[in-house]
């Protein structure tokens, strides 16, 4: 009787010991697949005279690839932080690839070193993150130009605020608003903001999070592109410089609803076309470079075509 009794108390402290211990290893995946930061590929186009996007922000571990589409090109670093592997790899023919895994915090610089002018690119590179973000996203509300700009953490260590920034042009950002955090928190927090300014100019607007500590170090989250739905219906946004001067570049951004090409035609004061070229586009704000060289000092009209969108433009080349 006391040796079944033994038994029986063994196998319920047996089975008692595997539940808990079943239990915290159920908990510890849990907690991982929730806290655990994930590496990211992040591609980026080269054609037509530029990087897309020419400005990322990422995550220690994340991995950065260049892809040809066209023209010839390199990427090569300007400056990395310290300890950080340089770069300096061509970009010129169909299937061409370049990866490089980001190791070390910090901003990276680069460009083409054929084109210095007008292909420049920033990474930024963050450390270790104060809060897990699971969720950012930008949307459009019922009010017209109103952006609905919602987010979620999962969890906040000593973190003081979030700064939430746009651009209009993908790389230079301004400061939309700021958001009391929830310091210390191992529980979901939502947020939730409105950009009012919105407008109805431009169509893609980009926006992040800064995200800033008590100790006043910040961390930059991923750009989130937003299409807004009451912006006017428009193709090339700038063009510049005009006049050109003879032998220049003219210089422009224009918007694509999918990845396309855009037509660039060059036509003289009879109506005679005397330059035409395709410029690859992905969906977004785009940059588009022209060369005006071998053309004669007079008026142009340089016509842009996409997607079933025209438009035509005078351009002096002096």
Not at 59 to 79: A, K, P, R
Not at 93 to 113: E, H, P, R, S, W
Not at 224 to 246: E, G, H, M, Y
Not at 288 to 317: A, C, Q, R
Request: include cysteine.
């Amino acid at each position: 009787m006391m040796k079944q009794l033994f038994t029986k108390r063994s196998c319920y402290i047996e089975l008692n010991y595997f539940m808990k211990y079943k239990f915290t290893f159920l908990v510890f995946l849990i907690f991982s697949s929730v806290f655990a930061v994930k590496a990211n590929l992040i591609q980026i186009t080269v054609s037509n005279f530029q990087f897309n996007p020419a400005t990322i922000t990422a995550n220690i571990g994340d991995t950065l690839e260049w892809d040809y589409v066209g023209g010839f090109h390199t990427t090569t670093s300007l400056s990395v932080p310290a300890g950080a592997a340089s770069w300096d790899a061509p970009m010129n023919a169909a299937g061409d690839t370049f990866q490089y895994v980001l190791k070390i915090a910090g901003t990276y610089n680069y460009d083409c070193t054929i084109h210095p002018a007008q292909m420049i690119g920033t990474i930024t590179v963050n450390g270790a993150l104060p809060v897990v973000l699971t969720r950012f996203s930008v949307d459009a509300s019922k009010i017209a130009g109103v952006a609905a700009i919602t987010w979620t953490t999962a969890s906040e260590t000593n973190t003081d605020r979030f700064i939430v920034k746009k651009s209009t042009n993908g790389s230079s950002f301004t400061q939309v608003t700021n958001v009391r955090a929830a310091g210390n928190s191992t529980i979901t927090h939502n947020y939730a903001v409105t950009d009012n300014n919105a407008g109805t100019s431009y169509k893609y607007i980009y926006y992040l999070i800064d995200i800033v500590d008590k100790d006043g170090r910040s961390s930059l989250s991923s750009i989130q592109k937003f299409i807004n739905t009451s912006a006017v219906k428009k193709l090339v946004t700038q063009i510049n410089p005009n006049p050109v001067t003879k032998g220049g570049h003219l210089m422009f951004r224009f918007n694509a609803d999918k990845e396309s090409e855009m037509l660039v035609q060059v036509y003289d004061n009879n109506g005679k076309l005397v330059k035409q070229d395709k410029m690859y586009a992905t969906q977004g704000l785009n940059n588009g470079h022209f060369m005006m060289d071998n053309l004669p000092s007079g008026v142009y009209s340089v016509k842009f075509s996409l997607d079933g969108l025209k438009e035509t433009y005078k351009i002096v080349l002096q």
